[in-house]
Every structure is written in structure tokens, then in C-alpha cells.
Nanobody, 121 residues
């Protein structure tokens, strides 16, 4: 079974930056769209950004202009660069992929452990 591995989270002050990475063990997603989600305590998991197989991206309004997404297919890795972080960005961040680009987290049946991002004010 393909496992998703997210990394790069941490504690950062407001205005700071982090770069998250997403890769898989036992598989490859070079031909798939990869989607980033996040879930804050007490809230539902929500769409953050996606990266298509060609490298184009779409972002949630709440992160547009601050986050960028990219992929390195040679490394089987997708990145989420997060700049100008705000306390409301605090959440556990997850990635996922499928043959169809779903921005609804309910459409994915398997998840990785995620990586925690905490932004202090």
C-alpha cells in the first residue's frame, strides 16, 4: 500500500515561512495531481492548494498570494512553500493524490500522518 509522507512542519512566528514536503513510499505520483489539505483543532479538514501533473496550481482564498506549490517529479516530491504565515494557518497539513483532482477531502480514503504547523503571534 502506498504511504504518504508529509514533512517540514514546525513552530514559526507570524510572518515567517516554512516549506512542507510530500512524498510517497512504495509508489509515485508523477502523473497525478497532488492536493494539500489542513485541519485545525475542532475544524474540518479543508483544501489548501493543489499541483497538477503539469505543475499548475490552485489555492484557497485564505492562502492565495502567500503560499506557492511546486513539484519535483524526479524526486517524487511535492512542496508547499508557505510565506507570511499567520496564526490562523496553524493546523496539521496533509497531502493526497488521485487520478482525479479532488478538492473535497472526503474523496480520499487513505491519509498520511500529516505534519504540524504552528504559527505563534
Amino acid at each position: 500500500q502506498v504511504q504518504l509522507v508529509e514533512s517540514g512542519g514546525g513552530l514559526v512566528q507570524a510572518g515567517g515561512s516554512l516549506r512542507l514536503s510530500c512524498t510517497t513510499s512504495g509508489g509515485t505520483f508523477s502523473n497525478y495531481a497532488v492536493v494539500w489539505f489542513r485541519q485545525a483543532p475542532g475544524k474540518e479538514r479543508e483544501f489548501v492548494a493543489d499541483v497538477t501533473w503539469s505543475g499548475s496550481s490552485t489555492f484557497a482564498e485564505s492562502v492565495k498570494g502567500r503560499f506557492t506549490a511546486s513539484r519535483d517529479n524526479a524526486k517524487n516530491t511535492v512542496y508547499l512553500q508557505m510565506n507570511s504565515l499567520k496564526p490562523e494557518d496553524t493546523a496539521r497539513y496533509y497531502c493526497n493524490f488521485d487520478t482525479i483532482l479532488w478538492r473535497n477531502p472526503a474523496m480520499y480514503s487513505h491519509w498520511g500522518q500529516g505534519t504540524q504547523v504552528t504559527v505563534s503571534s
